[in-house]
């Protein structure tokens, strides 16, 4: 006799009916509560004090689902959160949609809402609407969230959120929040169950109060990222294409952890192009760079903030590095393969 | 030599990089164009003109992708549509998630991406953010679409929102758009390759001309919404559970097509529990019964509204069905198995 059989998700828990709702009760409206549990139809009804929102989604296929530093649950929730903060915005309200492959366990899928619900404390926001969908076994790998994003223009918001690719100027300089590849490395060891023997983890966390800093710190914020998928270097490349301008980047500058540059060495990644999950790129007027980078690093995951380049007037629409040895390279935008479901 | 080598979804399409880009520009942009492509960031920055608004999400994941009456691309339109017209708002941005499996047929893509600029072009939304995300071969079926969408409560949406559950009251009138069952029997239809040899289609399409004529026809609807997964029966039974009255709907009352009813039997499903993705069904008070039926019918895809049953102080939290041989049977929300990926 074997008493020990774990409840896991049926096609039934899919279908609309008893059972999805009962799911979704025990499990969703449990973790977060709140809005959720203030919104029990198919729309949240939500009210906004500003005219002007963002609206952002991001579905989330990482694996493995747990890995050090994170879970794909906080990622979804640091994603879309992220997304928001870095247009400026005070992130407020997501939705979460749960695709879930049939005989998924129950405890792993409480264990995510609890992890997302944590998360979205954490950020200061309400999940505010879900969406339960079951496909047979085989049909998915585990499990997929999609998270979308309102973010609201209020407080330090109103007036500093960053004018954009256009107001950038040659002079500008370029700012990191820290280290980059973090994320990146530890979901490839997570994944091949590689120990570092270091305390290498994700930095998934949510940058709101990055942004938050850096507009308190300048008025004049150029514009803002989270290089996520395709790293640093592809959030650069974006910025610098089809424009008027160029981006210089002091590779002795870029800061990155000595146990994700051995592994990039190692497996044949450059760092700029490994994806980081709570750090954010920045480009602000020279003149208030030194102010920006300092407000950054009083927050706890700004500690490691650094003014990595400047942008020129030179090689327009490009990326070039000044690498360590005093040479420059063209830095281009992620081409080929690297780590797939990376976020 | 094979010259007809057609291109395919590819996990570099998905890793933030030039190709990602490309595939983003030359399917998405192309296709969802205005809000998109002047949102080229992470969000999408948005000027909303009311402090109340509708929020909501759905994913996507039916198979076949396309099927008689729509296709994935319409119904992750519609869904989200109709989810927020329901709540009485004006839908007017959405978000869209793909989650693509690797070796995906690009021209598949497109058809689809087509149809979704289409619907969103017909229900009156800007499609404003997107996000591409891609798995290996055999993580995913396919293709999964995740809509999200925010509505607004202008015009007559300002003052004439439904009141929701509370303000229902013992002898309202139930009232349906039309017939049930269309859509699930016309998916099943698809996927089993089934020929009617009628013109049984999905009646896959935005409610949002239905919610606005019934709003303008009574400024007491008490509640409406889109029966979809677990059909009309869980919406109703929805409607009335934990709640002091009960509904009673009339079996011959309840407009159903005779192919839907034969195909029911055939296959043993009860037409009141298969899906819809373009009716609604309401909750009025009967003075207001009549003209919200009348207004409904107006409408192309009202012209078959009818009043179906009524509100009554009896059987509380239950749902009655008053058969056609005028016998009485408790109809419970969907409890096992039926139509998985029905939407």
Known sequence: MNGSTKPVITLAHGNGGSLMHKLVNDVFVRAFGGTLAANPADSAILEINAGR?????????VTPLFFPGGDIGSLAVNGTVNDLAVMGARPVYLTCGMIIEEGFPVETLERIAASMAAS??????????????????????????????????????MGRAPRGLSSIRPGDAVITSGTIGDHGIAIYAGREGINFETDLKSDCAPVTALTMAAMSASPNIRIMRDPTRGG????????????????????????????????????????????????IVLIV???????VAAALRKIPIGAG???????????AGTVSLRTAVGGHRIVDMLAGDMLPRIC
């Open 53 to 61: 929102i963002a609206f952002t989604t991001d579905s989330h296929v």
């Open 120 to 157: 979205a404390r954490a950020a200061g926001v309400s999940i505010a609407a879900g969406d339960t969908k079951v496909v047979e076994k085989g049909a998915a790998d585990g499990i997929f969230i999609n998270t979308s994003g309102i973010g609201v223009f209020d407080g330090e918001a």
């Open 232 to 279: 640093l270097a592809t959030t650069l490349g974006e910025f610098a294409a089809g424009q008027s301008f160029g981006i210089e980047i002091d590779e002795t500058r870029v800061p990155v952890r000595d146990d994700v540059a051995g592994a990039c060495e190692l497996l044949g990644f450059d760092p700029l192009y490994v994806a980081n999950e709570g750090k």
């Open 285 to 291: 007027p020279s003149a208030d760079a030194d102010s």
């Open 305 to 315: 903030a650094a003014i990595i380049g400047r942008v020129t007037g030179d090689h």
